[in-house]
């Protein structure tokens, strides 16, 4: 008898043990994260919003948790139900409610509960996503990887005027309407990488890094002179798109340019110089990326007069 009640007791730890919650082992990229975190720490010594997002944090977190927790009864439900209403949320915010009827005002919150938020900036990696979800109004960072969202609507972004950062790496992209980002007049960072995308919309003139490799830009995929008017565009990474032309005119402010593994079999000596002003000087385009492309770029050497470097590619 004693062994038996031994054995039901060793039991009873097995299944304790055995049903302890599981850690959170998602594997995030915490390098990209703390970047910004120190990003935002900085940007909100300025702002008056940091009791905001604190006060978001605070009383998010524990509404998820509790319904688990809770064995029984009816009451404390109804209790959950009026301590999750957004109405709350919003209004403990410095600067007051937000106007009814407008579907961020509760939809961002609710996106801080499935995913997660800090201060400004929306975690939404890896949450099966088939859709941009509703976010806060004044979210400056989001992150939408691994997610499996297929088209950018013209709303999904538009009413976020603060947004500096949008990356949407590994999704099934494949449409992006063409006013999608227009509006976003803080725009700084854009990633796009790893998607199917076949045309490039419109970009706000504030974009620095533009990350569209890995995609299906091919033959018609870049309007003519798409990035002639970005005079803060530092950063272009275009490998991997099966582009058949080198799509100038490129602004002066570039710094790197990625266009490896493509289909460019030539340019022209006015690609990147200016054939008519000899005195004319590229200083900041360091980064030439043609490697992988069936291009010989000894046929073109005038191309490079301009350049700090020659780009890296096929010289014989
Ligand atoms: C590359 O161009 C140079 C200069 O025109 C030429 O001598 C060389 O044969 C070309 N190489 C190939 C593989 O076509």
Redesign the pocket.
Known sequence: MKTLANIFLGLLIIKAVVSAPPTDSVNYDTAAYEVDLLYNLYDYDENTNIDQGEIEIGTVLPVVNRPILSPEPVQEEIEEEEESTPKLIDGSSPQGPLSPGVPEASGGVSTCILCGCIRTTVYCDDHNLDAVPPLPKDTTHVYLRFNRISKINKNDFSYLSKLQKIDLTSNIISDIDEDAFRSLSQLDELILLDNNIRQLPELPHSVSFLDVSKNRLGRKGIKQEAFKDLNDLRLLYLNNNNLDHIPIPLPDSLQALHLQDNNIQEMHEDTFCNMKDFTYARRSLEDIRLDGNPI?L??TPQAFMCLPRIPVGRL?
């Open positions: 010989n000894s046929k014989v």
